[in-house]
């Protein structure tokens, strides 16, 4: 090694380097733009072929490459070769599509590269401010607490954790889990995303802890169920802690009855902590707002900005009233990260204290940045817009003899099949999920798949701001194209 002359950096050695990747930075994002615009002209998904999977098994690279050349590598073996959620006609699981502006804005928080842990800097502000507008938005009490997470599993981590540590009634970061006085219990329906079940076996509560209330026929949690569970498990010596009720279920849309949920809870000096990844957004569309307006009573919300406000990966967001107990559960300020008078020490709030995440990005000028460009009423319109296109979607279904819906649609959830008059429920299943395969594979619409009670069912989650009504004929007309391909193959 040779230290001399030269010291090292990773920015560009000279005035010309610079400018050099000023030059070819233009024209990547000239061509990445074109990708956008052509987006519709891609396939929703296509299978990655072996030889690319087998060009990532290069040794650590020690010494350098060009930029053109690592660039073509990813034009060539790797952009072409996402999941497909930005494509208008990708509705599978629950994925947002992200934007142009969403890429400008992603490209502020690279410039700044801020570490939004702590100390006395303009991130803290920027983030206190989107909470804000998180709360008005879902019509959350002003003064509750929160913080961005990377999304909604860690925003249900963080306020299960809260919701544990204020209802064992003694201190549980320090003593742990001693179930002296009773099992903690946590209640949510059978339709409640894994997420939920994955943050209480890490809270160590173990999901035998975890009572799966049945739901009623369109999906919603039985709230007669549910008390019979609670009072079971009090005559049992359990303490009944938590009740998640689930806005907007992953597998059908469906939303838990709320105002039920929270006099029980209140009955019963329960946490309710509501899961609404996408569905508590609703709420911004006049139609749901009576719906949700319970919101404001319940003890926290978890939800995502990269869901149903198509914000780039990643930003999730939890919201929790009691802002003393959010922070008890978390907070650290060992001497390295004292809070001082002065200086980078000072500020006030870091937001390190409210998660489990000590260095963090700058999610909330994203946030930030694409709420104020194109204000909320786009997003509520954008937002209506997908829910009216699932409902032309569900009456397309419902019109077609060959189609039959599996669930009610609530909002932008769909549950589908093709049917065949006196098919057995096996090979039925079968066919559909050999429909689903030839759907992807064929690369025009990209919906996923679920299980409705014993059927297979196919399913779209509309969180698309790129889909058009026409997308959805598209979709019908697939469906009924690649059941023939089969049935004609038969
Ligand atoms: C997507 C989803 C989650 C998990 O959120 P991530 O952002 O993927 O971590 C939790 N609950 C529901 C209802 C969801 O739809």
Known sequence: MHFGKKERSLDPATDHEWLELEDFTHRV???????????????????????????????????????????????????????????????GYVQGTGSPAG??????????????????????????????WAKEMLGFDAGASGVLTSGC??????????????????????????????RLIF????????????????????????RLVDVDARFKMDSTKLVDHIKQDQKDGHRPACIIATVGSVNTG???????????????????????????????????????????????????????????????CVLIKDEKAHRNSFSHRPDYLAPLQRGLGGGGRWYSEYGVQLSRSFRALKVWFLIKLFGMDHYTQ????????????????????????????????????????????????????????????????????TRIGDCFALRIAVVNHRSKFSDFDLLKKEVLDVAKELTSEN
């Open 254 to 316: 469906a939303i838990d009855p709320l105002e039920e949920i929270i006099r029980i809870a209140r009955d019963f000096d329960m946490w309710v902590h509501v899961d609404g990844a996408f569905g508590v957004l609703a709420n911004l569309v006049p139609e749901y707002k009576e719906k949700l307006a319970p919101l404001k009573d319940v003890d926290s919300i978890a939800f995502d900005f990269h869901k149903w406000m198509y914000m780039p990966y990643d930003v999730g």
């Open 153 to 182: 599993s860690v925003a249900d981590l963080i306020a299960l954790t809260t919701a544990r540590n204020v209802k064992a009634g003694y201190d549980v970061n320090k003593e742990g889990l001693n179930n002296q006085n009773g």
């Open 103 to 132: 890429v400008l804005a992603e490209i502020l928080v690279a410039v700044m590269n801020c570490n939004v842990g702590g100390r006395d800097q303009i991130a803290n502000h920027v983030e206190r401010e989107v909470l804000d």
């Open 382 to 449: 954008l937002i209506e817009q997908n829910i009216h296109q699932a409902r032309y979607f569900a009456q397309q279904v419902e019109e077609e003899e060959a189609l039959e819906l599996l669930a009610p649609v609530e909002m932008n959830v769909v549950c589908f099949r093709y049917r065949v008059q006196g098919m057995e429920a096996e090979p039925l299943n079968d066919l559909n999920q050999e429909i689903l395969f030839r759907l992807q594979e064929r690369g025009q619409v990209a919906p996923s798949s």
């Open 29 to 91: 994002m000239d061509d990445l733009f074109n990708h956008l615009k052509g987006i519709d002209e891609e396939k929703t998904w296509k299978p990655i072929p072996q030889e690319t999977i087998d060009r990532f098994n290069e040794a650590l690279p020690a010494s350098p490459s060009s930029l053109k050349t690592v660039y073509r590598r990813f034009m060539e073996d790797i952009l072409p070769y996402p999941s497909g959620n930005i494509h208008p006609r990708f509705w």
């Open 187 to 210: 209640y949510t329906s059978n339709q409640a995303h894994s997420a939920v079940r994955q943050a209480i076996e890490v809270l160590g509560l173990g999901s035998d802890a975890l």
